[in-house]
């Protein structure tokens, strides 16, 4: 339960039926940025079937510039319950250039588990990523995808080739740093 609010407030708004309203309601999230109405907006993605709410909440996710948010949106794309959202949360990772790099076991395991979509989106997600990763862990991934390479089809054994080939070389910094 959410006990500010506004916070409240916006996630019954996000329930109207008024189609308008909801996409107005939406634009107030991105101006105000609130990361405790995560869930809510994953939930109407997931519950919609109106276009421009579906287009409107990702467009909001793909802009994301605040870190609180990361967690949250891991944990939506983790849940089973938002799977046939999941391409388009992972590909909202790699649009809003926030560093996902504590995460970087998640996204080898959605390119080793997941459809060629799905697996796509996520190791674009990799080939954006800077920051330290330790060598251990670096390690114990490349022996995942080496793993995972005895069983791939073409298309994905192509994904894990190339993630062998970048994952040694993710920068420390991003190019596009202050």
């Not at 409240?8 to 405790?36: A, M, P, W, Y």
């Not at 800077?130 to 089809?153: P, T």
């Amino acid at each position: 339960m959410v006990n500010d609010p506004i916070s409240q407030e916006i996630l019954n708004n996000l329930k109207s039926t008024d189609t308008d309203f909801v996409l107005e309601t939406i634009e107030k999230i991105r101006e105000s940025g609130n990361r405790l109405i995560m869930e809510g907006i994953v939930d109407l993605l997931h519950n919609t079937q109106i276009p421009e709410i579906k287009k409107s909440i990702l467009n909001l996710l793909s802009e994301l510039k605040s870190k609180e948010s990361i967690p949250l949106l891991l944990e939506a794309i983790k849940n089973e319950k938002y799977l046939a959202e999941r391409k388009e949360l992972v590909a909202c990772c790699w649009q809003n250039g926030l560093n996902y790099n504590e995460y970087f076991p998640v996204f080898i395991d959605l390119v080793i588990n997941h459809s060629f979509l799905i697996a796509f989106e996520a190791f674009t997600v990799i080939e954006n990523m800077y920051g330290v990763i330790s060598d251990e862990v670096i390690d114990q991934e490349i022996a995942k995808i080496n793993n995972a390479l005895q069983q791939a089809d073409e298309e994905k054994a192509y994904l894990l080739r190339g993630l062998v080939t970048i994952i040694r070389d993710i920068p420390e910094k991003s190019e596009f740093s202050e």
